[in-house]
């Protein structure tokens, strides 16, 4: 149980265009799902954290307009880069959690790796 | 201070060797502690949780938990040469209940 899934699993767009990340989470439902960015040879960073049907809250100097997230049902958030740049080429992960456990475990999609050209 | 800290490494043991990978955090009042395994490219997959002091098993793992003084560890025993990865550890901070934060990671390699 506890799958997490992403697509596309990979994508490379130019610069200038907006690319759409799915996050799903498969056998469960994921009250909150986060959103996560690293880049080599670095730690996970996070960007942004949603719950379902409301605002996400973004991190301090993530730019909420250059990155939307939407997170509207209990298995789907969706992330958008908008006007992508080369300097977005990342590898972008999600994770969701399910209700409030007592652990706050959190289950990682395989991500998604953004080369912009 | 970094919220969560690691040593970076590399560190390396010879196969069959106990590998401990160790964990400091700022926030006195964290409630959950994580490891988790990422291999390149690859995403991170949990190890263990841990949010009581003491030592927790599971398998060849043992994660431990000292409160007062800020740290937890993970022992890997009988290292094997498919748990060369990078080991990240993360903390659930009383300042925010909703998330973890990630330390930056330390690369271990078994050397067969």
């Known amino acids: 149980g506890a799958v997490v899934s992403q697509h596309p699993s990979w994508v490379i767009c130019k610069s200038g265009t907006s690319v759409k990340i799915e996050c799903r989470s498969l056998?469960?439902?994921?009250?909150?799902m986060f959103w996560y960015r690293q880049f080599p040879k670095q730690s996970l960073m996070l960007m942004a954290t949603s719950n379902e049907g409301s605002k996400a809250t973004y991190e301090q100097g993530v730019e909420k307009d250059k990155f939307l997230i939407n997170h509207a049902s209990l298995t789907l958030s969706t992330l958008t880069v908008t006007s992508a740049h080369p300097e977005d080429s990342s590898f972008y992960i999600c994770?969701?959690?399910?209700?409030?456990?007592?652990?706050?475990?959190?289950?990682f999609g395989p991500g998604t790796r953004l080369t912009v050209l | 201070q970094k919220e969560v800290e690691q040593n970076s490494g590399p560190l390396s043991v010879p196969e069959g060797a106990i590998a401990s990978l160790n964990c400091t955090y700022s926030?006195?009042?964290?409630?959950?502690f994580f490891w988790y395994r990422q291999y390149s490219g690859k995403s991170p997959e949990l190890i263990m949780f841990i949010y009581s002091n003491g030592d927790k098993e599971d398998g060849r793992f043992t994660a431990q938990l000292n409160k007062a003084s800020q740290y937890v560890s993970l022992l890997i025993r009988d290292s094997q040469p498919s748990d060369s990865a990078t080991y990240l550890c993360a903390v659930n901070p009383k300042t925010s209940y909703d998330k973890v934060i990630f330390g930056p990671g330390t690369s271990l390699s078994v050397i067969p």
């Open positions: 926030d006195r009042g964290s409630q959950s």
């Open positions: 056998d469960f439902q994921a009250t909150t």
């Open positions: 994770s969701a959690r399910e209700g409030h456990t007592q652990n706050n475990e959190q289950f």
